[in-house]
């Protein structure tokens, strides 16, 4: 974190202000900094107001800000910087929220494909309706249908697509050829999977499935006792072991360019195994000498505490777990990349991250599809990441329209915005909205609330 004394020196120094506002605005810019490092969504006046600055002397205050580039990089590496550099600034460039405010329409930026007809387990933490899933009849045309928008979506960002669900993605025999197409196109998509399924035998069958950019599988435990508390399977830890351990062998055999790493969730009472993870990832590295794993997302569990805080005691046990976890991976799996995500990166910090909590009254009606849409096998477009499992009470309220033989994608978002379309929301519909969606609805309003409060020019802080 910056010290008061040097950006009061480069003020003065650069000739911004003289010596007596430098004094004045220092500490204040300081204070900028450090809030917005560590709570990127609060609106303007509020910070103004915890300021006890009038407007124009905040209004000058954001205008010295925006001369010293290295506030704004202290603002981008702070404990919550992931969210600027991450997510909201890449948004920014792309002009992806702008178009949500100004009610434009435009091709989602990000379009997750869910091709999956059904899902061998059953998560406790999961909002799927047991049972339910799309029937094998519907897999020909839905797969025609994601092919039409593999080919409809503008390929300027190669990161547009990526394939998840829903449910679980590997279900759908044609996903292979999904894959190769959207690779012709440049599109290096990421598959979110829990791996029971990347066989060997899958992987003869759909060869296009190497096409991926990359693997990320998540992980439910790391023996079978814990894969079945967590998905009520059996055996199926070794099940996942066993793909993966191939995966990595013919990965290296066969110099597959394919990225592959796992998501680990770190459940309440485990963090304890995060050392036995990282024994799983050497296993999985000495199988494919030369070709370690690519990359590790740990993250924490939040569902389940209502205000979305850790209790002090598990707090205290998590930032253990994980100054041990750090140390192991530096000696075990030097290579490995480790993405810690907003929470623990922040808890590493020795804060507390400040998750956005989006609730029914804070939802925006409109949603942001101009940023981010679903689409399913049946074409629907859902306008919340959690939203697109068959037959989930009320997620059919936030379906944008369905992609058909005479429905480009484009119309039906392009229909959505234009036609004003609203969902009201009810208690419980917060949940259709992952981690990413509440982010953005978030960054969405504190910007709103900053162009009425009259910072239009300076809305959002940073973009
Ligand atoms: S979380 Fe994923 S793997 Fe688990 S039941 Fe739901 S869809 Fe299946």
Redesign the pocket.
């Given at each position: 974190m910056l010290a008061e004394g040097a950006v009061r020196q480069v003020l003065v120094a650069d000739g911004h202000c003289s010596p007596d506002e430098a004094s004045r605005v220092g500490p204040h810019l300081v204070s900028l900094c450090r809030h917005y490092g560590q709570h990127p969504f609060t609106p303007l006046e509020d910070v103004r107001r915890e300021l006890r600055l009038d407007s124009a002397a905040f209004g000058r205050l954001l205008d010295l800000f925006r001369r010293l580039p290295a506030l704004r990089e202290a603002v981008v590496t702070g404990p919550s910087g992931k969210y600027w550099a991450n997510t909201l600034l890449p948004l920014e460039r792309a002009g992806a929220l702008d178009a949500v405010l100004d009610g434009k329409p435009r091709y989602p930026h990000i379009l997750g494909l869910y091709p999956g007809p059904t899902?061998m387990?059953?998560?406790h933490?999961?909002v799927?309706v047991t049972g339910a899933r799309y029937e094998a009849s519907a897999l020909e045309e839905g797969n025609a249908r994601l092919a039409s928008v593999i080919d409809e979506m503008p390929t300027g960002n190669p990161y547009a697509l990526y394939v998840s669900?829903?449910?679980?993605p590997l279900t759908n025999p044609g996903l292979g050829e999904l894959v190769a197409r959207a690779a012709r196109r440049g599109f290096r998509m990421t598959l979110y999977t829990?791996s029971y399924a990347l066989t060997d035998a899958t992987l003869r069958r759909q060869p296009g499935l190497w096409e991926f950019h990359a693997i990320r599988t998540?992980l439910y435990g790391l023996d079978d006792a814990e894969y079945e508390t967590t998905?009520g399977k059996k055996q199926a830890f070794q099940r996942v072991r066993a793909n993966l351990l191939h995966f990595q062998r013919r990965r290296a055999a066969e110099r597959m360019p394919v990225r592959l790493g796992l998501n680990y969730i770190v459940l309440p009472g485990r963090a304890h195994r995060l050392l036995d993870l990282l024994d799983f990832v050497a296993e999985l590295d000495a199988a494919a000498p030369g070709r370690p794993l690519d990359f590790l997302n740990l993250r924490e569990d939040y569902s389940g505490r209502p205000d979305g805080r850790i209790a002090p005691a598990e707090r205290a046990e998590l930032r253990d777990a994980l100054a041990a976890f750090e140390a192991k991976a530096a000696e075990v799996t030097p290579a490995l990349e480790v993405d810690y995500g907003y929470a623990l990166h922040a808890l590493k910090s020795g804060l507390d991250a400040e998750l956005p909590r989006i609730r029914p009254e804070t939802m925006r009606l409109g949603a942001h599809p101009q940023v981010a849409a679903q689409i399913d096998l049946l074409g629907d477009v859902y306008l919340y990441r959690e939203a697109g499992f068959p037959g989930l009470a009320g997620a059919e309220r936030y379906v944008a329209g369905r992609v058909g033989p005479d429905t480009s994608l484009r119309q039906v978002v392009e229909g959505f915005v234009t036609r004003g379309e609203q969902v009201v929301p009810v208690a419980g519909d917060e949940y259709f909205m992952d981690g990413f969606d509440q982010v953005i609805a978030a960054r969405l309003n504190q910007m709103e609330a900053d162009i009425a409060a009259g910072w239009g020019d300076e809305r959002g802080f940073l973009r």
């Open positions: 899902c387990f059953r998560c933490f999961c799927r669900g829903g449910l679980e829990n998540s998905t």
